[in-house]
């Protein structure tokens, strides 16, 4: 069997908030954020890895993590058989040019002050190629594969629609030809209809080029349609992994469970078996004892409360972290 692409081990990204000024002098009461905490995974190439969970959970600072944007606190990543840790100056910049990311945000994420051509152009300057001729094919090249039109490279940002904007950021990904692409939560600042243009072009694209993403996303219904596999992460944590259509069909997590019962049905209006969580995600600044989900879960018992479940393999690709199937 072949290596993963991607491959990621107990990786941990804290963000020291503070602990008031006194705190900076005697080194006592910091204070961290528990973004990312011990997530393992792995990625095969070509398929798309979906990443689903509530606002706040950790979902894009694992995204941007694993893309060395931020650097993690300790684990690996470790991609195409290198880990990133052992990267730095020419060695990362060589290995970005294979790792990109698509951005949640069409207006934020591109400057207003640039042309299409300048916005997608840059990472082909940042990475040396300063042939101006070859550099406006590879422009027009990666405009045209997303649905723009060469006609389109004097334009600025904003006399685009939020649909087209996505498409620049896009074509800025791909421009210089990854192998991976994050693409955190490229559809949620979009209308409906235009997310489903979004989705069919990124699909295309993964067909045509052999792409592998990481799709991240707090819609299950758009998970459920692009996605080989999905991750389920609650609070800094996978709290259940495996293939699609066993999540959605099967899922095993009290968590899964209830954000799956929460999607709309056409043919289930009244949605009787919908689970209502009670209360709010918990703090990563202050999380619970135990199994973090506790606070919220149904099926709580007592040793969630004090114990931290551990991995358990339901089958070869099925993993799930919760007492309800681990050893007693």
Sequence with gaps: MSAPLLEVR??????????GWLSRFIGRNRRMVQAVNGVSLSVSAGETLGLI???????TTLGRTLLRLHEPTSGSVIFEGVDLANLSGDGLKAMRQRMQ??????????????TVEAIVGMPLRLHGLTNAAELRRRVVEAVEAVGLRASHLSRFPHQFSGGQR????????????????????????LDVSIQAQIIKLLEDLRSERGLTYIFISH???VIGYVSNRVAVMYLGQIVELGPVREILDRPKHPYTVALISAVPRVDRPGRPGRIRLSGDLPSPLDPPPGCTFHTRCPRAMDICRSVVPKETRLAPDHIVRCHLYGEP
């Design 53 to 59: 969970g509530e606002s706040g959970c950790g979902k």
């Design 101 to 114: 990311i698509i951005f949640q945000d069409p207006y934020a994420s591109l400057n207003p002050r640039k």
């Design 219 to 221: 819609d299950i219904s």
């Design 10 to 19: 107990d990786l941990i990204k804290h963000y020291d908030a503070g602990g």
């Design 166 to 189: 996505q498409r620049i950021g896009i074509a800025r990904a791909l421009v210089l030809g990854p192998t991976l692409v994050v693409c955190d939560e490229p559809v949620s600042a």
